[in-house]
Each structure stands twice: as C-alpha cells, then as structure tokens.
T-cell receptor, first 115, second 113 residues
Framework: AQSVTQLGSHVSVSEGALVLLRCNYS??????LFWYVQYPNQGLQLLLK??????LVKGINGFEAELKKSETSFHLTKPSAHMSDAAEYFC?????????????FGRGTQLTVWP | NAGVMQNPRHLVRRRGQEARLRCSPM?????VYWYRQLPEEGLKFMVY????????ESGMPKERFSAEFPKEGPSILRIQQVVRGDSAAYFC???????????FGPGTRLTVT
C-alpha cells in the first residue's frame, strides 16, 4: 500500500514569505499525487495534481509543486504567502494504473501566516 | 454545477443510536468515496462505491458500518450502535469515470455523546 509522509505538522511564515510544505511518497514508481487544502470546518479543495509527465505542476492560488523522483518528493510551494493561505494542507497519492482510485493521505500540515 | 453535497452537516447521536450520513455526488459523477477524519489525523479511506456496487470496502470497520449507493438517490453511510470513538468528520468525495480527481463535500461532523 502507498504511504505519504508530510514533514512538519505545523509551519508558520510571515505574510510575503516563501511557503514550503513537504511531502514524500513511498513507492519507487511515482504514483499520481495531489495537494488539497482544507479551511476550518470545510471540505477539501483540490489545489493541484500530478498525473502526467510534466514534473512541475501549477495549481490554484499561486501554488505549485515539483515532482522529484530521485527524492520521492512532491513539495508544495508558493513564492509569497498571503493571510488567506492559512489552512491545513494535505498531500495525497493514489496508485498509478489502479482502477480503485482510493487516496492515501498524509497527516496534514497546518499553515499559519503571520501579518 | 453543484458540488458534492452532504447532509446533515452536523449530527449528534447518543451511544447506541444509529447514524445515517448522506452524500449526493456531483452531476455526472458515478464514483463515490467515503473517508473519515479523526482529530489530529489525516483522512482515512473507508469505502468506494459505484451505482449499486461496492468496489472496495477494505477501509471499513468490520462491524456496525455499512454503505450503499443505490440506483436512485444519494449514497448512504450507516453506522449502527454508535460509540464515542465514532466521533469524527466523515467526508464524501465523487469522481467522474476516470477516478483520479476526487471532489470533496463539506463533510458531516458526527458527535457521539
């Protein structure tokens, strides 16, 4: 089974600073990878996904992620944090080629943005 | 296009009662997934359904939990004889025939007293 590790359960940055949220996956063959954001008491919103050959993926709200196969990583970045980015972020994977489609989630990283 | 709908948003049950959680997928989506989010944990897969079929229930507890997705109407996650440990947020997601993009509902927050 797939597993996902998110390093750092809490990340704090100042408004305007770089955001870096870390995600590592376990399989030797890159699965399909996703980043979701969850605002308090809401469902999950898809930020971006990797399902093709392009290893640099751009998502909504200025976020992007780069797949690094040698590091089995898919870190999420944003050049300049905004107060509205404060939320919990989840990295998720699913098996490439699987017809089941179930997502395996990391434990999440809570992002705090200071003014 | 309306998103995934879940109701109720909040549900309070006493120990031993039954909880029924409903999920209406996005229009055109035939795949439904249920996930559970416990405090301080990520989301855990429970079950994957297509219309009238359970495809993968490997994440469902063996007892008291069941799920269905009938030909007509919403998908239902049913928890019988609830216990305090069932208190969690339950999320439903739906996807089109290609299962690699799941859209999540707002969740049902179950509290067992």
């Amino acid at each position: 089974a797939q597993s996902v590790t998110q390093l750092g359960s809490h990340v704090s940055v100042s408004e305007g600073a770089l955001v870096l949220l870390r995600c590592n996956y376990s399989s030797s063959v890159p699965p399909y990878l996703f980043w979701y954001v969850q605002y308090p008491n809401q469902g999950l919103q898809l930020l971006l996904k990797y399902t093709s050959a392009a290893t640099l993926v751009k998502g909504i709200n200025g976020f992007e992620a780069e797949l690094k196969k040698s590091e089995t990583s898919f870190h999420l970045t944003k050049p300049s944090a905004h107060m509205s980015d404060a939320a919990e972020y989840f990295c998720a994977v699913t098996d490439r080629g699987s017809t089941l489609g179930r997502l395996y989630f990391g434990r999440g990283t809570q992002l705090t943005v200071w003014p | 296009n309306a998103g995934v709908m879940q109701n109720p948003r909040h549900l309070v049950r006493r120990r031993g009662q039954e909880a029924r959680l409903r999920c209406s997928p996005m229009k055109g989506h035939s795949h439904v997934y249920w996930y559970r989010q416990l405090p301080e944990e990520g989301l855990k897969f429970m079950v994957y359904l297509q219309k009238e079929n359970i495809i993968d229930e490997s994440g469902m507890p063996k007892e008291r939990f069941s799920a269905e997705f009938p030909k007509e109407g919403p998908s239902i996650l049913r928890i019988q004889q609830v216990v305090r440990g069932d208190s969690a947020a339950y999320f439903c997601a739906s996807s089109p025939p290609s299962p690699y993009e799941q859209y999540f509902g707002p969740g049902t927050r179950l509290t067992v007293t």
